[in-house]
Nanobody, 126 residues
C-alpha cells in the first residue's frame, strides 16, 4: 500500500511558477512509477507527466513539454512537478499517482495507476 499527499498548489499569475510536491509513504513507495495528472472543472482527468523508478525515463504531455519538469528524490520518497511559464489553461486540480507495475516506460494511462493522492488546486490568473 502506498499513500500519497500532494502540496504546493495555489494561485499564481500567468507567466509565474509553482512547484508541486507529492510525498509517498508505504513499503514500496520508492519502487513505483510516479506521475502527475490534472483535472479542470467539467473535464476529464488528463496525463501531465511521469517518471520512472530510477528517474531514467520521463514523459510529458505535449501541452506542458518545455514548461514543466518532473523529478523525484527516492531518499525522501517525494516526487516534484516544477511548473514554469504557467498559463490560465493550466488551472486544474493536480493529482499525484503511483504505478506498482514494472514497465519499460512510464504509462500515460489513468488505469495503469494504482494509488492516488487527494489533489491540490492550481489556479493561474490572466
Amino acid at each position: 500500500q502506498v499513500q500519497l499527499v500532494e502540496s504546493g498548489g495555489g494561485l499564481v499569475q500567468a507567466g509565474g511558477s509553482l512547484r508541486l510536491s507529492c510525498a509517498a509513504s508505504g513499503r514500496t513507495s520508492s519502487n513505483v512509477v510516479m506521475a502527475w495528472f490534472r483535472q479542470a472543472p467539467g473535464k476529464e482527468r488528463d496525463f501531465v507527466a511521469a517518471i520512472s523508478r530510477s528517474s531514467s525515463a520521463t514523459d510529458y504531455a505535449d501541452s506542458v513539454k518545455g514548461r514543466f519538469t518532473i523529478s523525484r528524490d527516492n531518499a525522501k520518497n517525494t516526487v516534484y512537478l516544477q511548473m514554469n511559464s504557467l498559463k490560465p489553461e493550466d488551472t486544474a486540480v493536480y493529482y499525484c499517482a503511483a504505478d506498482r507495475t514494472a514497465r519499460a516506460r512510464p504509462s500515460r494511462v489513468i488505469r495503469s495507476y494504482d494509488y492516488w493522492g487527494q489533489g491540490t488546486q492550481v489556479t493561474v490568473s490572466s
